[in-house]
Structure formats: C-alpha cells, structure tokens
C-alpha cells in the first residue's frame, strides 16, 4: 500500500556541469542548496546582500551587483546602536559606519565579477508580502525594528511578474550567456498565517510560471511541490514545524541532481563525496596498514580528480592523504 504519491521534476533540457558557476540569491533554502553545491566543488556565489524573502528586495538586490552600486552614508540608518542598510541582512550591520559600508561595497563588487562570468542564476522566492517604510520603500530586512514602523502589504503576482521579467531582461542584457532557475522555497512563513502563506505562495507560483512560459534560458525547480505535496508530511519538518528538516533537504536535492545536473558531472560528483567523505574519517589506528592503504587509494582519487578536472582544486585533499 502507498501512503504518499512521489513525483519525479522534469529534467532541464539544458543542465548543470562541474565547471559551470552559479550565483544563488534568496530565502535560506538558497542557502542550504548553496552549501551542498560548494561541498562538490561547484563555483557559487550566495546571496551577496544577505538571505532574501521577498521577490522586490531579491530583484534589487541582483540590480545593485550588476549595476556595482557604491553605498555612501546617506544609503544607511542607525538603530539599536548600529549601522545597517535597509537592502541587506543584519549580517553587514556593524558598530562602525565605515565597516558597514565596506562590506556592503566589497560584497557587490566580488558579485559584479562573478556575475559576468556566471553560467546559471538560481533564485528562490520565499514570501509574496513586503515591509514598506512610509515613504513606500520595500525593505529586504526588518532589522528587529518595530512592525508599527512599516506597512505590510501582499504583492500581486502580476507585480511579481513585472519585477521578474525586468530582471531577466537586465541580467541577459549584461551576460546572455546566464540560464536562470527559478523557484519557491518550501519554507512556510506561518507567521504570516496559515490562509496568508498560502496566498502569499500561489501568487509566487502563478507569477514563476508566467514568467517561465515560451522562455528557452529560464526553468522552473519544484522544490516548494517537492515538500509540501510529494513528502508531505510534519515528521520531515524542523521542530519550529516551519523548515523542512536535514532529511527533506537531502530529498530534494537528490531531485535537484538527478532534473538539473549532467550525468557525467554526477559521476565525478560521487567521487568528490568519497574523497570528501574519507577526509573525515577518524581512524582507530593512525598507523595500521589498512589506514595506510585507506590513505593511499584516497590520494590516487584526489590526483586523478584533479588532473581530469584542472578547474577545480584538490590540493587540501591531496595533502591531507599524502
């Protein structure tokens, strides 16, 4: 007997490879993919302004790294005795004005860079509803500044899709080389409240798939379907019953590897695993033959790796083994 219905993502015409670089923006679940990405050795680049929720701050956010904005003073506020910018995480905030600014200025600049070399984009839409200032700006970030300071309001996913079609527009015009990969991220925002996130999630959906439709360098991922309609179930959430837990993550980044990433970079992705997994091996006897042998197999991996990758970079793990 069956108990749950699994779905298999339809696998992109075009597909990731190991010497492709990927720049990744968004909710924490872009981050959590980012990480795994960075594990096998691929080139990322993670949300250079900070984890982003709303498709507004994320639009602007990719803007700014493209257009190498320069952040002065007048770009910044003060609260709770720190600086910080109303586009970015509190993770560029800092007791120094200065340093503030530095961050945000370096960060888009090492972004700039990649950007022009990037091969695919992915983004992850987490919520539809937005924190404006009286003044009408959208923030990325709320600072822990009291909820009456803004207004909150639920995008539209015709505004959604606007923003989403700008973007695109700016990212192929400044490397038409780019493939974008949009998605919704599987996190529930229930804070929001259980009919609201839904709202917020099917106005995300409705604007993606406007947005994807007759478009050849754009795809669409299921991670939020992957989650919420294939497992289905609590046991495969966090305990805040909110984030999909370390098993569910696995679960759709298998399904990740197998809709988006070439066979053959599979391959040598297994073998990065091994190499990977070897390292953090904790022998019982250091000095045993079988650890030797173990070592040595581990290093013909790394030094074959490298010289069928010369891209990539093995040379911890080759000294590790040696």
Request: charged residues 25%; aromatic residues 12%.
């Amino acid at each position: 007997m069956n108990f749950r219905l699994e779905f298999t993502p339809t696998s992109f015409e075009k597909k990731i490879q190991l010497q492709d670089r990927l720049f990744l923006a968004g909710s924490c679940f872009t981050e959590q993919i980012g990480q795994k990405l960075s594990y096998f050795k691929f080139q990322t680049i993670e949300n250079p302004s900070g984890i982003l929720f709303n498709p507004l701050s994320i639009v602007e956010s990719i803007a700014e790294c493209i257009d190498q904005k320069i952040y002065t003073t007048d770009d910044l506020f003060f609260y709770n005795e720190l600086w910080g910018s109303w586009n970015h995480h509190t993770r560029f905030s800092s007791i120094s004005q200065q340093d503030c600014i530095d961050k945000i200025n370096n960060s888009i600049n090492v972004a700039h860079e990649f950007l022009k070399k990037t091969d695919w984009v992915l983004l992850t839409l987490g919520s539809s509803f937005v924190y404006e200032l009286d003044n009408k700006r959208v923030v990325a970030n709320c600072h822990k500044v009291p909820t009456d300071k803004f207004t909150k309001r639920l995008l539209s996913s015709s505004e959604i899709e606007a923003a989403l079609n700008g973007l695109l527009e700016k990212l192929l015009q400044f490397n038409p080389a780019i493939k974008i990969i949009l998605t919704i991220s599987p996190v529930r925002h229930l804070r929001d409240g259980f009919v609201e996130n839904n709202r917020s999630k099917s106005n995300l959906i409705h604007a993606v798939h406007e947005v994807i439709a007759n478009k050849e360098a754009v795809f669409y991922f299921p991670a939020y379907e992957l989650v919420i309609d294939d497992l289905r179930d609590y046991r495969f959430f966090a305990e805040d019953m909110v984030h999909p837990n370390y098993t569910a993550t696995n679960y759709v980044w298998e399904k990740f590897i197998d809709a988006c990433i070439e066979e053959d970079t599979q391959l040598v992705m297994k073998e990065i695993g091994i190499i990977r997994n070897a390292k953090n091996h904790k022998p019982f006897n250091p000095l045993s033959q079988a650890h030797q042998h173990f070592k040595k197999t581990n290093l013909e991996r790394a030094i074959r790796l490298q010289k069928g990758n010369p891209n990539l970079d093995f040379s911890e793990e080759i000294d590790f083994f040696k």
